[in-house]
């Protein structure tokens, strides 16, 4: 049964940073997409960083690039995304979110199936 459970939302100035922590369990990670999503005020949850399994390849959404960074830990069980330079238009909904797949493998936003709690980021 996988889980994901989320940490590090909160308010922020503009132009601040903060962590996001992810945290999974029962999967493998080699074999699993990670990903983060965000819901803003009004409008559909949409896709900000993500990783293919095993953590090679990153992809980024183009308005968070050079902003946003995600990354795992060596154990790949705890998935962060770091924000910096945080505006106004980042306030959303965080949500971590994954997809079993094969290693090496990228995902598709659409193929992503299992999701954390959310944890609320305020700019």
């Known amino acids: 049964h996988v889980q994901l459970v989320e940490s590090g939302g909160g308010s922020v100035q503009a132009g601040g940073s903060l962590r996001l922590s992810c945290v999974a369990s029962?999967?493998?990670?080699?074999?699993?997409?990670m990903g983060w999503f965000r819901q803003r005020p009004g409008q559909e949850r949409e896709a900000v960083a993500d990783m293919s399994a095993g953590g090679e390849r990153k992809y980024y959404d183009r308005a968070v690039k050079g902003r946003f960074t995600i990354s795992q830990d060596d154990a790949k069980s705890t998935t962060f995304l770091d924000m910096s330079a945080l505006r106004p238009g980042d306030t959303a909904m965080y949500y971590c979110?994954?997809?079993?797949?094969?290693?090496?493998?990228?995902?598709?936003?659409?193929?992503?199936?299992?999701w954390g709690q959310g944890t609320q980021v305020t700019v």
């Open positions: 979110a994954a997809h079993p797949t094969t290693a090496g493998r990228s995902c598709y936003d659409s193929e992503f199936d299992i």
């Open positions: 029962g999967f493998d990670p080699h074999t699993t997409c």
